[in-house]
């Protein structure tokens, strides 16, 4: 997500917000301290990271919604604001996948 060429994790929490723990090399000590990078997230039930898929060199998130929409979060590749405004990219019928992956 950072674009350091490390792997990142991003969580989200209960209230919907995301944070990001920016990978370390360190297999002592995987991940840095949780850093908040968005919220609202609790609209979406089911998020996932599939790496760059608009090949612009960024990593990407995608999210599901309660209706079945789909949604691309462009990576912008800067840890503080690490993706752009939402872009709907997939109308409803996506609820009838239970695993996305």
Known sequence: MTGDGRADLITRDTAGRLFLFKGTNDYKKPF?????????????NNLLSVGDLNFDGNADLLA??????L????????????????????TSGWNGFKIMF
């Open 64 to 69: 599901r919604d309660g209706s079945g929409l």
């Open 32 to 44: 840095a301290g949780r850093t908040q990078i968005g919220s609202g997230f609790q609209i979406y």
């Open 71 to 90: 949604w691309l979060f462009k990576g912008t590749g800067n840890a503080n604001k690490p993706f752009y405004g939402r872009v709907k990219i997939g």
